[in-house]
C-alpha cells in the first residue's frame, strides 16, 4: 500500500508522506529530504541495545506503586470492569504514571512535571517542557496555509518547545492532517477536548512529543492538498488513510490518557521505524484495525522499533490488531484486554513481543479464543523462531496464548526473570482510570 523506499537516499526521499498511505507529490523538496536524513539519524541513536532493561524497570515501579497503594484501593476480582459506574472516592493511582502526578491537587501549577512521570521506551519524550505555554482558545480549523493563532493548529507548527493547554472545553474537527514539529506537548488536562469527524495527527520526522487526556472518534480520510507544516514551509500533501494518530519516522513519543474510537484506518499507527515510544492508560473502544506497528515487509528499519503498551483498557467492539507487529521489540504489560472479535495480538517478520501480566478475557466465539495470530503467509518453520512471550498473564473464557522462541520464555531475555512483572489478577486497578480523565484545576484529577 505504499509507494516509496524509506531512508535509501535522502536525495529519493519524497517531501510529503501523508498518513500511513505514504502518499506523496513533489520528490525534490529539500526541506523535507533533510528532515527524513536527520530522522534516520536520531532514530539509530535512540535505540536501545539492551531492551530488558526498560522492560525490568516498568516492572519494578509497577510493583512499588501497587505496594504503596493497597491502603487505597479496595479489592477486584470479577471480569467486569463496570465502567459506567462513576467513581466517587478518593483519588486512587495505582499505577507508576498515575502516581506521579494524578493525585496533587496542585497538579495544574506545574504541569511541565507531568513530562517527567513517563515509563517505558518512551520515557525520554519531554514534549514541550522548558517552553512556553501556549492556549488554545480557538477551536477552528479553516485555513491550513496560515493557521489562525489560538489554534491547535497554529500552535503545533510553531518552531521551539511548546506546551499547549486549552482555555476551555471544546470540539475539534481538523479539515487536513494536523502536521507538528518537534518539543510539543497536546495537553487536555483541565478541559474535555476532543478531535472528531475530520482528519487525526501526523508526527512525522520528529522527536519529544507527548499527547495527553484527549478524546478521539470518528476520524475520517483526508483528500491531499497544500498544508503549511512549520512557519517557514509549506508543501503538497497527498489524502491521509484516517488514521487518529499516525507516527512516521520519529521518536521519543508518550500518549497518555486518550480515548479513542471509531476511526477511518488505525487508531495509532508507528511506522517507519519510529521508536521510543509509550502507549499508556489509553481506552480503545469500536473500532476494527487499533495499533499497527510496522507498515511494510520491506521496511527494515522497523527492526529498530521499541515500543511500550502499559495499563491500557482494550474495551468494547474491537475486532483485531491490538497491536499489529512488524520486526522491532514489544512489551506489553498489565494491560487489560477484555473484547475482540478476531484476535488481540498479531505479528510477522520476526517481531519480538514481550506479554506480561496482562489480561486476557476471549470472545465467546470457540474459533476466537486465541490472543495470538501469525500471519498466514509466514510458515511454522519460520514464526516459532520468533521470541513471543507470556508471563504472569491471566487467560479468561477459555484464552490462551500460543508462545514462540525460546521454549524457556523470559529466560531469552535474562534480565527478564530478576524483576517480574505485576500479575495479570491487578490489571483492573491498574487501568481502572484508562481513558480521557475529567480533571478540575486545584483538585486531585
Not at 527492526?303 to 474495551?315: E, V
Amino acid at each position: 500500500m505504499f509507494l516509496f523506499l524509506f531512508f535509501i537516499s535522502a536525495a529519493l526521499i519524497p517531501p510529503t508522506l501523508g498518513a500511513p498511505n505514504y502518499n506523496h507529490s513533489d520528490s525534490h523538496d529539500v526541506y523535507w529530504q533533510e528532515r527524513a536524513a536527520m530522522a534516520r539519524a536520531r532514530i539509530l541513536e535512540a535505540y536501545n541495545p539492551n531492551p530488558e532493561t526498560i522492560v525490568t524497570d516498568i516492572n519494578q515501579k509497577t510493583k512499588e506503586a501497587l505496594v504503596h497503594s493497597q491502603s487505597e484501593t479496595a479489592p477486584h476480582n470479577g471480569t467486569r470492569r463496570n465502567l459506567g459506574k462513576k467513581y466517587l472516592g478518593p483519588c486512587v493511582a495505582t499505577n507508576p504514571i498515575d502516581r506521579c502526578w494524578r493525585c496533587n491537587p496542585n497538579w495544574a501549577l506545574n504541569r511541565q512535571r507531568y513530562a517527567d512521570c513517563a515509563q517505558g521506551f518512551g520515557a525520554g519524550a519531554i514534549g514541550g517542557k522548558y517552553g512556553p505555554i501556549y492556549v488554545v482558545s480557538d477551536s477552528s480549523d479553516n485555513d491550513v496555509m496560515n493557521p489562525k493563532p489560538g489554534t491547535l493548529r497554529h500552535a503545533l507548527i510553531q518552531p521551539g518547545p511548546l506546551w499547549i493547554i486549552f482555555s476551555q472545553s471544546m470540539s475539534i474537527r481538523l479539515n487536513q492532517e494536523l502536521i507538528m514539529t518537534s518539543n510539543k506537548t497536546i495537553d487536555g488536562r483541565g478541559a474535555l477536548v476532543q478531535i472528531t469527524g475530520g482528519a487525526g495527527f501526523t508526527i512525522q520526522y520528529v522527536n519529544n512529543i507527548i499527547i495527553t487526556n484527549i478524546k478521539m472518534t470518528n476520524i475520517v480520510a483526508s483528500p491531499g492538498g497544500t498544508i503549511r507544516d512549520s512557519v517557514n514551509h509549506f508543501g503538497f500533501r497527498g489524502g491521509s488513510d484516517g488514521d487518529a494518530i499516525n507516527i512516521f519516522g520519529s521518536h521519543n513519543i508518550w500518549i497518555d490518557h486518550l480515548s479513542m474510537s471509531g476511526g477511518a484506518d488505525g487508531l495509532i499507527d508507528a511506522v517507519m521505524g519510529s521508536t521510543a515510544i509509550t502507549i499508556s492508560n489509553c481506552h480503545f473502544v469500536r473500532h476494527d484495525k487499533v495499533l499497527l506497528f510496522g507498515g511494510r515487509d520491506m521496511d527494515e528499519i522497523d527492526s529498530k522499533m521499541q515500543i511500550t503498551l502499559a495499563f491500557n483498557h482494550f474495551g468494547k467492539h474491537l475486532v483485531q490488531r491490538m497491536p499489529r507487529c512488524r520486526r522491532g521489540f514489544f512489551h506489553l504489560v498489565n494491560n487489560d484486554y477484555t473484547h475482540w472479535l478476531m484476535y488481540a495480538i498479531g505479528g510477522s517478520h520476526h517481531a519480538t513481543i514481550i506479554s506480561q501480566g496482562n489480561r486476557y478475557i476471549a470472545p465467546p466465539l470457540p474459533d476466537k479464543r486465541q490472543v495470538t495470530h501469525r500471519e498466514a503467509d509466514s510458515p511454522e518453520s519460520e514464526w516459532r523462531k520468533w521470541t513471543w512471550v507470556t508471563d504472569k498473564d491471566v487467560f479468561l473464557n477459555g484464552a490462551f496464548f500460543v508462545p514462540s522462541g525460546d521454549p524457556n520464555g523470559a529466560a531469552t531475555y535474562f534480565a527478564l526473570e530478576k524483576i517480574r512483572p505485576a500479575p495479570g489478577e491487578q490489571v483492573y486497578d491498574l487501568t481502572r482510570f484508562a481513558g480521557e480523565l475529567k480533571c478540575i484545576e486545584s483538585l486531585p484529577c
